[in-house]
C-alpha cells in the first residue's frame, strides 16, 4: 500500500505556488528595513515554492499581524528546549485532530511503513538564508548517526526494527528514502514528536566542527575557543538542536535563539526564512520575538498573576487557579483551564519486580491491585482537591481519544470498600492485628509503603486521602518522599513494593500510535521496569515477564507494528487497554485535570480550550504558537 501523507488526511493546510497568492507576500514591517537595505531578500525570495500555507479562518481563528513580544517565565536555563517544543516545526507534525501532516516536507511517499520518501520544499532555506537541502539529512545520517566517534552509541531506537537500521539514499536535492526490511510504523511518529529524532542539521555550518571536514590544528582551536575538550563534544555543544542555546547555530524553527548562555534572559528572534504563511500572505511567526525570564519557579504563579507574562502554564498548577483567577480584573491577563492529556493525574505502580518475597506475591495478585483500586474514594480526592472539575477514572484513555470507552475508565475505579474488602479476604489476607491492620498471606503486617519523589503538595495531598482510603480496608499505608532518580533506581533493584507517578504520559492516542506505553518495552515503567527491560534490549538484560497477561501485552504489542491497516490497529488496541484496564497494572485516580493557561489580554489566538499534553500535543505547539498575535501594537 502507498500512501501520500500529504492527502491521506483531511487537512486544514493549503500547498501553493509561490505566485499563487495575486498580489504576492506582504512583507513583515519589522523586516523592511534589512530587505531595504540588501541584508535580506524580499519575502518570496526566503519562502520556498511551496510554502505550507495555514488556514486561519479554516481553524476558526482570526488571521493576524506582524509585530510584537511574547513573554514567558521559566525556571532554569535548560528550560529554553520549551521553545523548540512550543514551536512545532518538524518534517511531519500532529494538527488538532491528532493527523500526522507534512510540516517541514512538502509530502511523504509511505510504502508499508516500510518505505518512506521524503519531498523537501523546494527553495527552503536555514535561517540564515542558506538553503536546505538533502545534503543536510545525507550529513545527519552518515556523518553523525553513523559516525564512529558522534554515534558510538548507535542509531536511536525509533530507527532499529529487528535489529536492523534502514537503508538511506539521496535521490536529488530535494528527495531522500529511508528503507527498512520489516515495518516500522513508529518512524514517523519518532519524527513528530515533542522531542523528535533530528534527521536534518545545517551540513554548511556544522561541518567546521567535524574531524571530516576540518584539519587537526582548526579543530583544537575551535575546540579551545568553545570550551570543549575534543571535536566530538565541541560538535555536540554547537549542534545541540532541542535545546537551542547555541545563537550561531541555524534553524528551521519559527524563532531562533539571539542570547548566548549563560543569562538569566534568552531572546528568541523570529526566522526570516520560516516556512509557513497564513491564508492572507502573511509570512508566519506573527510575533517578532519571544522572550523568556529565568527565575525562581515558586515565584512564576506571583509574576503571572501580576501581568509579567504574556503566556504561561509552565510552572503553574490548578491549586493556582483561584489566586489567577482573582488576578484577572486587573485587565492584563485572561485565565483559561484546559485539559491534561494524562491518562491519570497520579498513579499507583505496584512493582511487579519487588524482591520483597513477602510483598511479590501479594502485588502480583490482580485482586490486590483490583481491590486497592476500589478502595479510593475518587469523588472525594475531585472534589477537595480539583472542585470536582476532574474525571475520576482507571489510568486509561481519555475521552478525546477515539479509542476511548467507559468500560476502560470505570474497570476497577468504583469506589466499593466492600468488595475491595471481600477481594482480600478471598486472597488470604482475611487476618488482622490488634490494630486492625490486615497480614500477608505469610503472616507479615500489611504496612504498605508507598514511595515518592514528591515533587508536589498536590501529589502529598492526594497521598495522604489515599492513605486514609486503604485504612478502611485494613492496609497500613506508608508515604516515603526521596528525589526522582533516587526513586527510579530503588524501583529497577526490586526496593520499592509500590511507587507513585502521573499515569499514561500520552491519553489522547489513536489506533496510528504506538501502544508500547501499556507494554512492557522499556526500563523506566515503573511497574515493570525489569521486564521493560528485557524487551527494550531485545532480551539480552532485564527478566522476561512471567505473569501471562503482561506477555500478552507483550504480543499485542508486536502484532501492531505489522498490522496491515488502521481497523487492524485499533483492534489491537482495544485489546490491550481492556487487559491494562481489567488486571489494574496501573491504579489510576482522576484524570481530565485543569491545567491553568494565562494569556494577556492582547495575545491573540490563544485557544480558550485545549490539552495541555507534552505528547503528542508539544503543549502549545500544536495549536501553532506562530499563530499567536499581539493585539494593539
Known amino acids: 500500500m502507498r500512501t501520500l501523507l500529504a492527502v491521506a488526511y483531511g487537512l486544514v493546510l493549503l500547498a501553493l505556488p509561490a505566485g499563487a497568492f495575486a498580489d504576492g507576500y506582504i512583507e513583515t514591517p519589522s523586516l523592511e528595513q534589512k530587505v531595504k537595505n540588501g541584508e535580506l531578500p524580499p519575502v518570496a525570495e526566503r519562502l520556498p515554492q511551496t510554502p505550507r500555507v495555514i488556514d486561519m479562518t479554516a481553524l476558526g481563528r482570526e488571521p493576524g499581524r506582524h509585530g510584537g513580544r511574547i513573554r514567558m517565565l521559566m525556571g532554569k536555563q535548560k528550560d529554553i528546549r520549551m521553545m523548540t517544543v512550543y514551536g512545532y516545526a518538524r518534517f511531519v507534525v500532529f494538527n488538532e485532530n491528532y493527523e500526522l501532516v507534512p510540516d517541514i516536507l512538502e509530502s511523504v511517499d509511505n510504502e508499508e511503513n516500510r518505505v518512506f520518501t521524503f519531498h523537501l520544499r523546494k527553495g527552503h532555506k536555514w535561517s540564515d538564508g542558506h538553503p536546505f537541502t538533502s545534503e543536510d539529512i545525507r550529513y545527519v545520517w552518515e556523518d553523525v548517526l553513523n559516525d564512529e566517534e558522534l554515534g558510538a552509541g548507535g542509531l536511536p531506537a525509533q530507527l532499529i526494527v529487528n535489529g536492523r537500521g534502514p537503508q538511506f539514499e539521496v535521490i536529488d536535492e530535494t528527495t531522500v528514502r529511508f528503507t527498512w526490511q520489516d515495518p516500522n510504523p513508529e518512524f514517523l511518529l519518532a519524527l513528530a514528536a515533542p522531542r523528535p529524532i533530528f534527521l536534518a542539521m545545517p551540513a554548511h555550518y556544522m561541518k567546521q566542527f567535524h574531524k571530516r571536514y576540518q584539519t587537526e590544528e582548526k579543530l583544537k582551536e575551535l575546540a579551545a575557543e568553545t570550551g570543549a575538550r575534543n571535536w566530538r563534544g565541541m560538535h555536540i555543544r554547537q ?340 487487559i491494562y484496564t481489567d488486571q489494574v497494572f496501573s491504579i489510576g485516580t482522576v484524570n481530565g485535570v485543569r491545567q491553568p493557561v494565562v494569556v494577556a489580554t492582547n495575545l491573540k489566538n490563544v485557544p480558550k480550550e485545549g490539552v495541555f499534553s507534552f505528547a503528542p500535543g508539544a503543549y502549545f505547539g500544536m495549536y501553532g504558537m506562530d499563530t499567536f498575535w499581539i493585539d494593539g501594537e
Open 239 to 578: 549542534g545541540r538542536q532541542y535545546r537551542p542555546e547555541n545563537p550561531d547555530l541555524p534553524t528551521l524553527d519559527p524563532w531562533h535563539n539571539i542570547i548566548n548562555p549563560p543569562s538569566e534572559q534568552f531572546e528568541f528572534a523570529r526566522n526570516p526564512y520560516f516556512h509557513r504563511v497564513d491564508e492572507n500572505a502573511r509570512q508566519l511567526p506573527y510575533v517578532d520575538k519571544v522572550v523568556m525570564s529565568m527565575g525562581s519557579t515558586a515565584l512564576v504563579p506571583a509574576k503571572t498573576g501580576a501581568g509579567d507574562s504574556d503566556l504561561q502554564a509552565r510552572y503553574l498548577r490548578f491549586d493556582n487557579f483561584t489566586f489567577l483567577k482573582e488576578s484577572e480584573k486587573q485587565g492584563k491577563i485572561k485565565v483559561s483551564l484546559w485539559r491534561d492529556g494524562k491518562g491519570s493525574q497520579l498513579a499507583l505502580l505496584p512493582n511487579l519486580n519487588v524482591d520483597d518475597e513477602n510483598w511479590k506475591p501479594v502485588v502480583r495478585d490482580v485482586r490486590f491491585r483490583r481491590a486497592l483500586s476500589m478502595a479510593i474514594d475518587r469523588e472525594e480526592i475531585n472534589q477537595a482537591v480539583y472542585l470536582g472539575l476532574a474525571r475520576e477514572s482507571a489510568d486509561t484513555v481519555i475521552e478525546d481519544s477515539p479509542l476511548f470507552k467507559p468500560e476502560y475508565q470505570e474497570a476497577w475505579s468504583q469506589y466499593d470498600p466492600d468488595a475491595a474488602n471481600r477481594l482480600l479476604d478471598e486472597m488470604g489476607m482475611d487476618k488482622r492485628n490488634d490494630d486492625d491492620v490486615r497480614l500477608l498471606p505469610n503472616g507479615a503486617t500489611a504496612d504498605l509503603i508507598i514511595e515518592t519523589a514528591g515533587e508536589s503538595t498536590e501529589q502529598t495531598d492526594l497521598l495522604e486521602l489515599i492513605a486514609d482510603h486503604f485504612t478502611e480496608i485494613g492496609i497500613k499505608a506508608f508515604i516515603k518522599t526521596s528525589q526522582r532518580d533516587i526513586l527510579r533506581k530503588r524501583v529497577f533493584a526490586g526496593q520499592t513494593v509500590m511507587s507513585v507517578w502521573s499515569g499514561l504520559d500520552n491519553a489522547v492516542v489513536t489506533s496510528q500510535m504506538s501502544p508500547r506505553e501499556i507494554a512492557p518495552s522499556a526500563e523506566d515503567q515503573l511497574q515493570w521496569p525489569r521486564w521493560g527491560n528485557y524487551y527494550q534490549t531485545g532480551g539480552k538484560l532485564g527478566e522476561e515477564p512471567e505473569l501471562p497477561e503482561v506477555k500478552e501485552l507483550a504480543k499485542l504489542a508486536e502484532s501492531w507494528v505489522v498490522a496491515k491497516d488502521s481497523a487492524q490497529r485499533a483492534e489491537i488496541w482495544h485489546k490491550m487497554l481492556a
